[in-house]
């Protein structure tokens, strides 16, 4: 910024100024001369009295003068250099001051796969947050943390219960019946997020009582104990993981320890929540008025009960965390114990969470013998909400669906102090609270320790082992007075999952530097076990609710008993060349070559390639340094794969069915095919071409990232019917093809850093567009797939999505929806594509601002033009469910007859289009001078304190779990557990 847009202030001026205010102190001159690295004379800088209005501005050739206190601190800010603070205690004509330039974003070191690079040197798309800009708030999610954050990685949150899953897609979704999640590493350890595990069903297929949401894996690790999350994009940065790195890659590293003296930090944080939104049904008025207009049989109790005010609540909310951290030049500690409670504003559900981690780094042999060692546990307890928000599920088995549907003309007891039913199909949504127990007690430990030795001055190895084990035990009851449990005379599931994996990292590093020339390589060999294994059974007929799941055999009838276990294996070999060529031309070229057992015989082993390169166009003597101070181009191209499709899928299965034959009065068991053996089964690959630019503004103060990409996948895994006659009706095969392709914009910028006052800004912007190509291969020609089966009285055989060529995922496919006639509902002839849930593009806006000892942050995010599928709605907004359920307010207004049967149609399919309040933080930051504490803060959060949307149902923001096919939906609301609206007040202190 050119020194005319700063106004100097004479210093007799600013000494006239400051010895009005002068309380008596003795004001001493000081003059002196601003310089950056070159010794060159800085104009334009602002100089001020810490704490004070005094201040100037240095002139054309950098200097200054000023009259001040004695013992004053002069703070010196400048756009693109660091803040640099100075005492004068007596009057002085020749201060120097030396201004060092703000290369923090370009220097900064990012966490990339086995290993770290500078931010400038990064060659393909990356993008990375430290703890510092973490959304702020009871986070027991650590996805959380970044939402909203980061171009290109959308994550929702499934539902609004306590340690809800959530969905991350980072660039688009690229597997229909393989998983889209990414790949987490957590301290350089991949972990499994698709085991059985992660999938503790209890009961049927989605269809009842127990909550079917998976849990979430990283759930055991405590937020507090999270240094950065790096995401890895483009297929330069994630082939280094080759058959795991087509959905992108989440490094998580944790804090270590820092040398010098130990200190003790404690956080602590409490808050209240309230639920956010709630439907619209009829009033015990409405619904006796509606039902008497009609005709209908009115059943009145008397009563006026809002329902959903029964079963939401305010629900509180506190968080501890304790860590001490210290060492010297040789070893490093941390250790850090945390402790979560979160009541959910559902009765009935809650989550605890406890951790415990501790990190070691120590330095021998003169340094060139490192030890790195960190293990971390976590453990989490909850109870959910006999909630299902699986798609068409019904028949009154939750508690929110029984809160809409219920009679508000019922009390909630009856004379005899019971919970008032109409049993067996009309359950009392308020006795879910507390007749039905759904309990989930989660465990993982995670460890790695790692030596590095230094073999020669360019040479080091690496040797790494890691271990995980995660365990999950649930346990559920229904109580014999519930009508949910009369027929069974109570009933009891206990299920016990466990998976662990052992990982043995082998890394030679490569790292010189001649003339211009700069090398940095890796190559390594990796070796990872999975194994996988659970039980479950189930039990029914109880003398006494008090046996619960603890004494099985005090039931009448033990049955539903199964085990598993199941493994895999994955080895690989890769490594990786970074070249720098006198900071100007960068590339990186990296090749892995994986060897999985899950796959067929003939293709257990795969190449996935990828090279990239960038020129930084701003190190070049011709570029000027006004006003871009930093510009790089990049270009990358590669190959990835996704093995996360399951265990034993190219072999033949064999299943065991107590069914079986009835042969001398006695029922024997079989054992049938339950799948044929695939052997041409293989990885899905995604070839990816991403084209990227870095670059800065008036020195660094703007500074941004933007990229295009395009992703191809191709050999998807598809379940293919089997010709007839058969046993196993079908098959899983690599079938088809799908694209991803967008852009994505980052942009931060440092608005104001003028004296005390500090204002940032940060917006992400995304935008893909989704297609699959294809549905077939040499052998299969497939036209579409029904996704999405619907259930209940008029909905039954229906499917809400399609998935056909030319049209992306999340499409809606159904009739089109034209009017209301004579009280029955009008469509244009046949069927029809009425809506995508792929929204146009998704942002972010955050915004930090500091004065002195105070701080405001927030952050925005949403979502523009993707459709979401009102299925409650659907479900609950016509006449002809009086009068023996309860119906949405609006089935009043629309026109629509009692005689009209539920449709699927476009009427239910709604704009999605958000823009939501994550977070907002106001936080002061205590003076602990003369205090033995070292530092200390208070803060107020709140979080989804408002949703602007067009959609009428509780919430746009849904993922309505898989029923039937095998393959996910998206954009389908229905039941889910809603968002809550939380207030926290926090402090942190340190000594």
């Given at each position: 910024?050119?020194?005319?847009?700063?106004?100097?202030?004479?210093?007799?001026?600013?000494?006239?100024?400051?010895?009005?205010?002068?309380?008596?102190?003795?004001?001493?001159?000081?003059?002196?001369?601003v310089?950056?690295?070159?010794?060159?004379?800085?104009?334009?800088?602002?100089?001020?009295?810490?704490?004070?209005?005094i201040?100037?501005?240095?002139?054309?050739?950098?200097?200054?003068?000023?009259?001040?206190?004695?013992?004053?601190?002069?703070?010196?800010?400048?756009?693109?250099?660091?803040?640099?603070e100075?005492?004068?205690?007596?009057?002085?004509?020749?201060?120097t001051?030396?201004?060092?330039?703000?290369?923090?974003?370009?220097?900064?070191?990012?966490?990339?796969g086995?290993?770290?690079q500078?931010?400038?040197?990064?060659?393909?798309?990356?993008?990375?947050?430290?703890?510092?800009?973490?959304?702020?708030?009871?986070?027991?999610?650590?996805?959380?943390?970044?939402?909203?954050?980061?171009?290109?990685?959308?994550?929702?949150?499934?539902?609004?219960?306590?340690?809800?899953?959530?969905?991350?897609?980072?660039?688009?979704?690229?597997?229909?019946?393989?998983?889209?999640?990414?790949?987490?590493?957590?301290?350089?350890?991949?972990?499994?997020t698709?085991?059985?595990?992660?999938?503790?069903?209890?009961?049927?297929?989605?269809?009842?009582?127990?909550?079917?949401e998976?849990?979430?894996?990283?759930m055991?690790?405590?937020?507090?104990?999270?240094?950065?999350?790096?995401?890895?994009?483009?297929?330069?940065?994630?082939?280094?993981?080759?058959?795991?790195?087509?959905?992108?890659?989440?490094?998580?590293?944790?804090?270590?320890?820092?040398?010098?003296?130990?200190?003790?930090?404690?956080?602590?944080?409490?808050?209240?929540?309230?639920?956010?939104?709630?439907?619209?049904?009829?009033?015990?008025?409405?619904?006796?008025?509606?039902?008497?207009?009609?005709?209908?049989?009115?059943?009145?109790?008397?009563?006026?009960?809002?329902?959903?005010?029964?079963?939401?609540?305010?629900?509180?909310?506190?968080?501890?965390?304790?860590?001490?951290?210290?060492?010297?030049?040789?070893?490093?500690?941390?250790?850090?114990?945390?402790?979560?409670?979160?009541?959910?504003?559902?009765?009935?559900?809650?989550?605890?969470?406890?951790?415990?981690?501790?990190?070691?780094?120590?330095?021998?042999?003169?340094?060139?013998?490192?030890?790195?060692?960190?293990?971390?546990?976590?453990?989490?307890?909850?109870?959910?909400?006999?909630?299902?928000?699986?798609?068409?599920?019904?028949?009154?088995?939750?508690?929110?669906?029984?809160?809409l549907?219920?009679?508000?003309?019922?009390?909630?007891?009856?004379?005899?102090?019971?919970?008032?039913?109409?049993?067996?199909?009309?359950?009392?949504?308020?006795?879910?609270?507390?007749?039905?127990?759904?309990?989930?007690?989660?465990r993982?430990?995670?460890?790695?320790?790692?030596?590095?030795?230094?073999?020669?001055d360019?040479?080091?190895?690496?040797?790494?082992?890691?271990?995980?084990?995660q365990?999950?035990?649930?346990?559920?009851?229904?109580?014999?007075?519930?009508?949910?449990?009369?027929?069974?005379?109570?009933?009891?599931?206990?299920?016990?999952?466990?998976?662990?994996?052992?990982?043995?990292?082998?890394?030679?590093?490569?790292?010189?530097?001649f003339?211009?020339?700069?090398?940095?390589?890796?190559?390594?060999?990796?070796?990872?076990?999975?194994?996988?294994?659970g039980?479950?059974?189930?039990a029914?007929?109880?003398?006494?609710?008090?046996?619960?799941?603890?004494?099985?055999?005090?039931?009448?009838?033990?049955?539903?008993?199964?085990?598993?276990?199941?493994?895999?294996?994955?080895?690989?070999?890769?490594?990786?060349?970074?070249?720098?060529?006198?900071?100007?031309?960068?590339?990186?070229?990296?090749?892995?070559?994986?060897?999985?057992?899950?796959?067929?015989?003939?293709?257990?082993?795969?190449?996935f390639?990828?090279?990239?390169?960038?020129?930084?166009?701003?190190?070049?003597?011709?570029?000027?340094?006004?006003?871009?101070?930093?510009?790089?181009?990049?270009?990358?191209?590669?190959?990835?794969?996704?093995?996360?499709?399951?265990?034993?899928?190219?072999?033949?299965?064999?299943?065991?069915?107590?069914?079986?034959?009835?042969?001398?009065?006695?029922?024997?068991?079989?054992?049938?095919?339950?799948?044929?053996?695939?052997?041409?089964?293989?990885?899905?690959?995604?070839?990816?071409?991403?084209?990227?630019?870095?670059?800065?503004?008036?020195?660094?103060?703007?500074?941004?990232?933007?990229?295009y990409?395009?992703?191809?996948?191709?050999?998807?895994?598809?379940?293919?019917?089997?010709?007839?006659?058969?046993?196993?009706?079908?098959?899983?095969?690599?079938?088809?093809?799908?694209?991803?392709?967008?852009?994505?914009?980052?942009?931060?910028?440092?608005?104001?850093?003028?004296g005390?006052?500090?204002?940032?800004?940060?917006?992400?912007?995304?935008?893909?567009?989704?297609?699959?190509?294809?549905?077939?291969?040499?052998?299969?020609?497939?036209?579409?797939?029904?996704?999405?089966?619907?259930?209940?009285?008029?909905?039954?055989?229906?499917?809400?999505?399609?998935?056909?060529?030319?049209?992306?995922?999340?499409?809606?496919?159904?009739?089109?929806?034209?009017?209301?006639?004579?009280?029955?509902?009008?469509?244009?002839?046949?069927?029809?594509?009425?809506?995508?849930?792929?929204?146009?593009?998704?942002?972010?806006?955050?915004?930090?601002?500091?004065?002195?000892?105070?701080?405001?942050?927030?952050?925005?995010?949403?979502?523009?033009?993707?459709?979401?599928?009102?299925?409650?709605?659907?479900?609950?907004?016509?006449?002809?469910?009086?009068?023996?359920?309860?119906?949405?307010?609006?089935?009043?207004?629309?026109?629509?007859?009692?005689?009209?049967?539920?449709?699927?149609?476009?009427?239910?399919?709604?704009?999605?289009s958000?823009?939501?309040?994550?977070?907002?933080?106001?936080?002061?930051?205590?003076?602990?001078?003369?205090?033995?504490?070292?530092?200390?803060?208070?803060?107020?959060?709140?979080q989804?304190?408002?949703?602007?949307?067009?959609?009428?149902?509780?919430?746009?923001?849904?993922?309505?779990?898989?029923?039937?096919?095998?393959?996910?939906?998206?954009?389908?609301?229905?039941?889910?557990?809603?968002?809550?609206?939380?207030?926290?007040?926090?402090?942190?202190?340190?000594?």
């Open positions: 910024m050119s020194a005319n847009r700063y106004v100097v202030v004479p210093a007799s001026t600013v000494s006239r100024a400051a010895n009005a205010n002068d309380s008596g102190t003795q004001d001493i001159a000081v003059s002196g001369k310089v950056d690295a070159k010794g060159e004379g800085l104009p334009g800088v602002t100089v001020v009295v810490k704490g004070s209005t201040g100037t501005g240095t002139g054309p050739d950098g200097g200054f003068s000023l009259n001040v206190p004695a013992n004053s601190t002069l703070v010196f800010s400048f756009v693109g250099f660091m803040r640099k100075v005492t004068v205690a007596a009057a002085t004509s020749n201060l001051v030396n201004m060092v330039e703000d290369t923090k974003s370009l220097d900064e070191v990012v966490v990339v086995y290993g770290t500078k931010k400038s040197d990064l060659t393909g798309s990356v993008s990375s947050i430290s703890s510092e800009d973490f959304n702020v708030g009871p986070q027991l999610s650590p996805q959380q943390l970044i939402q909203g954050k980061l171009a290109g990685v959308n994550i929702s949150q499934n539902s609004g219960k306590p340690g809800a899953s959530n969905t991350i897609r980072i660039r688009g979704g690229t597997s229909l019946t393989g998983s889209n999640d990414p790949l987490y590493v957590i301290d350089g350890v991949p972990i499994s698709s085991s059985g595990v992660s999938q503790a069903n209890i009961r049927g297929n989605g269809t009842d009582v127990f909550d079917q998976p849990t979430n894996p990283l055991t690790l405590n937020p507090n104990d999270i240094e950065s999350v790096t995401v890895l994009k483009d297929a330069s940065a994630t082939a280094i993981y080759g058959s795991r790195g087509a959905n992108g890659v989440i490094v998580i590293t944790t804090k270590k320890g820092k040398a010098g003296k130990a200190q003790v930090t404690y956080n602590v944080m409490g808050g209240v929540s309230k639920v956010a939104n709630t439907l619209d049904v009829l009033s015990a008025d409405q619904y006796r008025a509606v039902v008497t207009d009609l005709g209908l049989p009115l059943d009145d109790k008397g009563a006026n009960t809002n329902w959903q005010d029964q079963i939401y609540r305010t629900a509180k909310t506190q968080d501890h965390s304790l860590s001490l951290t210290g060492g010297n030049d040789k070893t490093l500690y941390r250790a850090s114990l945390g402790y979560g409670d979160q009541q959910g504003i559902m009765i009935g559900s809650k989550l605890t969470r406890a951790n415990a981690s501790i990190n070691i780094n120590h330095a021998a042999l003169q340094d060139k013998l490192k030890f790195d060692l960190i293990v971390n546990y976590g453990q989490t307890k909850s109870n959910a909400a006999p909630v299902s928000n699986t798609v068409g599920s019904e028949a009154g088995t939750s508690m929110n669906y029984e809160a549907v219920f009679n508000p003309t019922y009390p909630v007891y009856d004379p005899n102090g019971a919970y008032y039913h109409v049993g067996p199909f009309r359950i009392n949504p308020v006795s879910f609270g507390s007749d039905v127990t759904d309990q989930r007690t989660a993982r430990l995670l460890g790695n320790l790692s030596t590095t030795y230094k073999i020669l360019p040479l080091s190895l690496n040797v790494s082992l890691g271990y995980t084990r365990e999950i035990d649930r346990n559920s009851f229904i109580q014999k007075s519930n009508p949910l449990g009369e027929g069974f005379g109570g009933y009891a599931s206990t299920q016990k999952l466990a998976d662990y994996s052992k990982l043995l990292e082998t890394v030679l590093r490569f790292n010189k530097t003339g211009r020339h700069s090398f940095d390589a890796i190559a390594g060999y990796s070796y990872q076990y999975f194994l996988g294994e039980n479950r059974t189930t029914s007929g109880f003398l006494s609710d008090s046996f619960k799941w603890y004494s099985l055999q005090a039931a009448s009838t033990v049955g539903g008993i199964s085990s598993f276990q199941e493994s895999n294996t994955l080895i690989s070999m890769y490594s990786r060349v970074n070249y720098d060529f006198d900071g100007r031309f960068l590339a990186t070229a990296t090749v892995r070559r994986d060897g999985s057992s899950r796959f067929g015989s003939g293709n257990k082993w795969g190449w390639p990828s090279g990239s390169v960038a020129w930084r166009i701003s190190q070049e003597k011709f570029f000027p340094a006004n006003p871009v101070s930093d510009l790089k181009a990049r270009v990358s191209y590669g190959v990835t794969g996704n093995q996360e499709i399951g265990n034993l899928n190219s072999l033949t299965t064999l299943g065991a069915s107590t069914r079986g034959y009835l042969v001398g009065g006695q029922r024997i068991t079989i054992v049938l095919p339950q799948q044929y053996a695939n052997p041409s089964l293989k990885w899905e690959q995604t070839a990816q071409v991403d084209v990227g630019l870095d670059f800065g503004l008036f020195k660094n103060r703007i500074h941004g990232t933007f990229d990409y395009h992703k191809k996948t191709t050999d998807l895994l598809l379940r293919i019917a089997v010709p007839s006659p058969s046993v196993v009706t079908t098959q899983l095969a690599n079938v088809g093809s799908v694209e991803n392709k967008g852009i994505e914009l980052e942009l931060g910028a440092n608005i104001i850093s003028k005390d006052f500090d204002w940032n800004a940060d917006v992400n912007f995304s935008r893909n567009r989704n297609k699959v190509l294809s549905l077939s291969n040499d052998l299969y020609k497939g036209d579409n797939i029904q996704i999405a089966p619907l259930q209940g009285a008029g909905l039954a055989g229906i499917y809400a999505q399609l998935i056909t060529p030319g049209q992306p995922l999340g499409t809606f496919y159904g009739r089109k929806f034209i009017g209301v006639e004579n009280g029955v509902e009008q469509f244009e002839p046949g069927n029809q594509v009425i809506g995508s849930a792929q929204p146009k593009f998704t942002y972010g806006f955050s915004n930090s601002f500091q004065y002195k000892a105070f701080s405001l942050s927030f952050n925005v995010r949403g979502t523009v033009g993707n459709d979401v599928f009102n299925l409650t709605a659907n479900n609950m907004a016509y006449e002809n469910n009086l009068p023996g359920r309860n119906i949405l307010a609006v089935a009043l207004k629309d026109g629509v007859g009692r005689e009209q049967p539920k449709q699927y149609s476009s009427r239910w399919i709604e704009d999605g958000f823009a939501r309040l994550d977070n907002i933080t106001f936080g002061y930051t205590i003076n602990v001078k003369n205090t033995p504490l070292s530092n200390a803060r208070i803060f107020v959060t709140g989804n304190l408002f949703l602007i949307t067009g959609y009428s149902g509780l919430d746009p923001e849904v993922n309505a779990e898989v029923s039937g096919t095998g393959v996910a939906p998206l954009g389908i609301d229905y039941l889910a557990y809603p968002r809550a609206k939380t207030v926290s007040l926090g402090a942190s202190v340190s000594f």
